[in-house]
């Protein structure tokens, strides 16, 4: 199935635990965004939706062109997706002062509401979780998820926490 290799003295990761692995974060998954999910169905929305918006509230003023490298889809689903929250009225779209061929994405007051909404809703998931696990396991489930990331994703992530303390 996998490469394999002993961590530490004595564990070893064999199928099994691997399998374990993958099942635990299917479930995450599912148990993660179902609450998001049943908030978003009440306006029609689904997944896409909600990675726009929460990704438009990280970066106000981002590019159409930075949230579809982030996102990874397609310009035409972007747009489908874009189009929906503007015309509901969650996002708006200006021009950039420095380029007027660049179109700025931000937030309404009611799309900010429902991305604090959201948020707070997997928010207090994984405040439970990490309260549970400790903050040394907190330190390691951030590792096993970047490891996780293809290396174009961690540059992506590592660009993004250097924009952030400058």
Known sequence: ???VKPIGKALFL???ELRRGIELMFFAYRDFTGEADSILAERNMGRAHHRAIYFIGRHPGITVSNLLTILCITKQSLSRVLSGLMKDGYVVQRLSAND???RLLHLTQAGTALEAR???VQGRRFAAAYR???VDAVAGFQRVL????DNSTLHQLTQHDQSTIE
């Not at 970047?146 to 990331?149: C, I, K, N, S, V």
């Open 100 to 102: 007027r061929r660049q």
């Open 14 to 16: 064999r199928e099994e």
């Open 132 to 134: 549970e696990a400790g």
């Open 118 to 120: 959201l948020t707070s």
């Open 146 to 149: 970047q490891g996780l990331l």
């Open 1 to 3: 199935m996998a490469d």
